[in-house]
């Protein structure tokens, strides 16, 4: 059985076939160029350079390709390192199969469809429902298939549908316990808040920012799609509209992360929590994940580089949570 590259320790060595996640080029103090390559698997992705590489290096290897990589396992500032000896481009005669190096949620697209249909069927505010519907409806296909970032959180295929239904489980709950909250608008603004990532991020595998998310971000694109939507049905001017902009304004709650408003109203509140605490969930899942009981793990960027203790007398299956890391969440 194949270890996966999120299991491995400093010490360790490796021989497999891995996904390039990304690249950046950069010289070295000697002058000398170097490559940083984003290798991944189904099970995550590590940081790994190749120095003095040369413009064929360059043109070989880019986001997407497949390779076949050899080396050690080091650290880094508390962070695993992959030590390239070897690498060579994969050739047909490999046999290998880039979906099979692509993480991806543990509920399938048909799954995930049913459970986001489900809770579209218990919005009963006909503004709220038509519109959702109608975004949902435009971005159905992508919505199923993009991951929900770059790196940091849910960053596999299928993250952004498999977020939406971990915050709407969370907000079914958090409703029966607060009845005085408006259902409609909360699972209407989880169902949209991420939405204008399908045109931020470019695509499933080998993730980046598009020009438009370089430029404007998902929460400027989702607030224009939601007014042009508004618009082509005819409730443009309906205030249930301008507190789903809200609410996508506000989800992020902070300037510096990105929201131009805090949240001003209950439900817009709570959808940021709610998305705050799954995104922390995940990464924190995952970090826990790779790390043995008793030891801590990596450092964690997304929570303020803190490393995370496993307690010792954890006794999870660790081979079924190579197989199964988020399935927990099932």
Same mark, same amino acid.
């Given at each position: 059985m194949v270890k996966g590259i999120a299991f491995y320790k400093e010490g360790e060595h490796v021989h497999e076939f891995l996904l390039i996640k990304s690249v950046t080029k950069g010289l070295a103090s000697n002058g000398k160029p170097f490559l940083t390559i984003y290798l991944q698997d189904k099970t995550g992705d590590i940081e790994s350079k190749l120095w003095g590489?040369?413009?064929e290096d360059e043109a070989n290897y880019v986001a997407g390709a497949v390779v076949l990589a +050899?080396?050690?396992?080091t650290t880094f500032r508390g962070r695993n390192q992959f030590k390239i000896r070897t690498i060579r481009p994969t050739t047909e005669h490999d046999q290998v199969n880039k979906a099979e190096l692509v993480m991806s949620a543990p509920l399938s697209?048909? +799954?995930l469809n049913d459970k986001i249909t489900q809770y579209l069927f218990e919005i009963k505010n006909p503004v709220i429902q038509r519109l959702t519907r109608a975004l949902l409806k435009k971005h159905h296909h992508d919505f199923f298939e993009y991951p929900a970032a770059v790196s940091i959180h849910?960053?596999?295929?299928s993250g952004l549908a498999y977020h939406v239904c971990c915050m709407l489980d969370m907000a079914k709950a958090v409703v029966n316990l607060y009845p005085e909250i408006d259902k409609d608008l909360l699972y209407a603004g989880i169902i949209i808040h991420d939405m204008g990532k399908l045109k931020e991020l470019s695509g499933v595998t080998a993730t980046s920012y598009t020009l438009q998310g370089n430029l404007l971000g998902h929460i400027s694109i989702m607030v224009a799609a939601i007014g042009e939507t508004a618009d082509e049905l005819g409730i443009g001017d309906k205030e249930e509209v301008l507190l789903l902009?809200?609410?996508v304004l506000s989800h992020h709650e902070n300037p510096e992360w990105?929201?131009?408003?805090?949240?001003?109203f209950k439900e817009a509140e709570i959808l940021h929590i709610l998305d705050d605490m799954d995104a922390k969930i995940n990464v924190m899942t995952r970090a826990i994940r790779k790390t043995h009981p008793g030891e801590f793990s990596e450092r964690i960027f997304a929570m303020n580089n803190r490393t995370l203790y496993r307690p010792s007398f954890d006794i999870g299956d660790a081979e079924d949570e190579r197989q199964h890391p988020f399935q927990e969440n099932n």
């Open positions: 590489s040369t413009a +050899e080396g050690d396992i697209i048909d +799954e849910h960053n596999f295929l902009k809200h609410m990105g929201s131009p408003k805090p949240p001003m």
